[in-house]
């Protein structure tokens, strides 16, 4: 169920549910040949594909998120860090209040990771009676690894451009995808330290690998098999009572070692 597109008294009754699915996205550009906003659009219509095998609530998608990796190219939109970390908390505030407290923030951009790792951080000893569920972007890389042909993927790919054909063709412009292999591009080497300027030294152009080789049956092959994944994790998430339980203990020793 879509929160914005039910009734209170629908709302009421999931509570029962105990889980809520808030997804993340992104807006930047992704090639010349795939929308800004793709990365919220999978996340989204991956979280309803399955509510409707696994009941769970789905909220509107977050897309003012971070992107600052992004903000070189024309089309990025990226919150200041601690307005983004303020604004997530208080998203969850309300959805706890509302009467759950098992939320899954399902991230479908990159740039959002390590923020997400810092966000479920600054929650333990905030005292809350809600807990937080951050999946990886990919729950189901082996298929990937299967339907590949390119042997460099990241953004705006075979495998995104793929997952786009399948859930949203109407939006995917092919004739706009570069001839030839994009390769990452970086022309210096401090490994194994790692730098701020990194990602867009490496991506100047938001594309990487050959997204002519996507097609509409691998995206359905990876997205089918992520929404399992994701219906699976749903169903344990429900049926786990030790997470919340550890968290209520741990407050309670951090206010009083």
Request: proline share 5%; with cysteine.
């Amino acid at each position: 169920m879509e929160w914005e597109k039910i009734t209170v008294g629908e709302l009421l009754k999931m509570r029962s549910e105990q889980v809520c699915i808030i997804p993340l996205g992104s807006l930047e550009k992704h090639g010349e040949h795939l929308p800004m906003g793709i990365d919220g659009l999978v996340a989204h219509k991956t979280a309803v594909m399955a509510a409707e095998k696994e009941p769970v609530v789905v909220l509107p998608t977050l897309y003012y998120t971070y992107v600052k990796e992004m903000k070189n190219l024309p089309g990025a939109v990226s919150l200041e860090t601690d307005i983004l970390l303020k604004f997530l908390e208080n998203v969850c505030d309300e959805v706890a209040r509302n009467g759950f407290k098992k939320i899954i923030l399902l991230n479908g951009h990159g740039g959002n990771t390590a923020l997400l790792k810092l966000f479920s951080q600054h929650l333990v000893d905030k005292g809350k009676d809600y807990a937080v569920y951050v999946p990886p972007i990919f729950l189901a890389p082996e298929v990937i690894k299967e339907v590949k042909e390119t042997s460099e993927t990241g953004h705006a790919c075979e495998i995104e451009t793929s997952v786009a054909l399948y859930l949203y063709p109407e939006l995917v412009k092919m004739d706009r995808i570069p001839e030839g292999f994009y390769s990452s591009m970086k022309d210096y080497d401090v490994s194994p330290a790692v730098t701020s300027i990194d990602w867009p030294a490496s991506y100047p152009h938001a594309y990487v690998g050959d997204a002519k080789r996507a097609t509409r049956e691998k995206g359905k092959r990876i997205v089918e098999a992520h929404m399992e994944k994701l219906v699976d994790m749903i169903r344990k998430i429900k049926r786990d009572d030790k997470v919340l339980a550890k968290m209520k203990e741990f407050n309670a020793r951090a206010s009083n070692p």
